[in-house]
């Protein structure tokens, strides 16, 4: 087994290739690699470089592929979602404090409350349009998408497994027979075994910071500006794809214990719910 650590993202990342050693090898882990930081470099808000960045500032832009591919999917996904999932957040987070990278947050920034999300965003052929005062944070699923590119790179070399912070997507198996994927709970760690598809975690417990003299973190919710108030501490949830995973469990965080378990479970979306007095339960046909 090949393994190539990397930080991008925001986050810590990894590849796994279950392959003989060589250059062939190498070159697979350095292209994965490669697409994680190109894509890194057209959809991150705090780079002013960057594609959405431009975007932001402008209100209107001409659209590369992925950008256009990526915001098409934030835009279904608050459709689906009824809005519980919702790209246009970005403002709550910067008044929330997450105003750059979280690896340079300060201590105690300031902060302050914001309204909803929900403004309108149009997409006609390549341009994108937002409506004044509107910018987008394509932060959860575009990592997502990052690691789906990623993943699909390597599809051809062998089994492989692309991890961004605990969004991961594989394609094929290793002699095994599936990829084991370890989480922690307050009951211990678990293993999941992923044959295929993807899975995504979000959650309130590691992406915190204070602002204004309060904690915070950076699930916000579109309806109300502000950081969400769930019963839930993660959601961990396998779907076919990163992007579906990291959408479903976002919704599902926001949505709360009950609702969340209801939802998985009609839809038969494997999740695994943690809540914040301790307690670990399955859902959607996981156990």
């Known amino acids: 087994m090949e393994r190539h650590a990397f930080h991008a993202l925001g986050t810590d990342c990894e590849v796994l290739l279950d392959v003989e050693p060589g250059p062939d090898a190498v070159l697979a882990l350095a292209t994965a690699e490669g697409e994680i930081r190109r894509l890194e470099r057209l959809l991150s808000r705090f780079r002013p470089d960057s594609e959405l960045s431009r975007l932001n500032e402008a209100g209107a832009l001409e659209a590369g592929d992925d950008l256009l591919a990526v915001v098409r999917l934030a835009l279904d996904a608050r459709k689906r979602t009824g809005g519980r999932f919702d790209p246009t957040v970005h403002d709550a987070l910067v008044a929330a404090g997450y105003d750059r990278s979280f690896d340079e947050l300060r201590p105690d920034g300031a902060g302050s409350l914001s309204s909803p999300a929900g403004g309108a965003v149009r997409v006609r052929g390549r341009r994108i349009e937002l409506d004044p005062g509107v910018r987008l944070d394509l932060g959860g699923i575009g990592k997502g998408y990052a690691v789906d590119r990623a993943v699909a790179r390597l599809a051809g070399t062998g089994p492989s497994l692309v991890n961004a912070g605990g969004d991961l997507a594989v394609a094929g198996v290793p002699e095994g027979g599936v990829w084991p994927v370890g989480l922690d709970t307050p009951l211990g760690g678990i293993t999941l075994g992923v ?48 992007v579906e995973a990291e959408v479903a469990a976002k919704t599902l965080f926001l949505a709360g214990e009950q609702a969340a378990a209801a939802k998985a479970d009609a839809l038969g979306l494997p999740a695994l719910l943690v809540t ?5 339960r399955y859902a959607g046909g996981l156990a």
């Open 195 to 242: 044959a295929d598809g993807a899975l995504a975690t979000s959650g309130a417990d590691r992406r915190r910071w204070r602002a204004g003299g309060e904690e915070r973190h950076h699930l916000i919710d579109p309806r109300t500006g502000r950081p969400a108030d769930s019963d839930l501490v993660t959601v961990t949830v396998a779907a076919p794809t990163a």
């Open 276 to 280: 914040v007095d301790g307690r670990v």
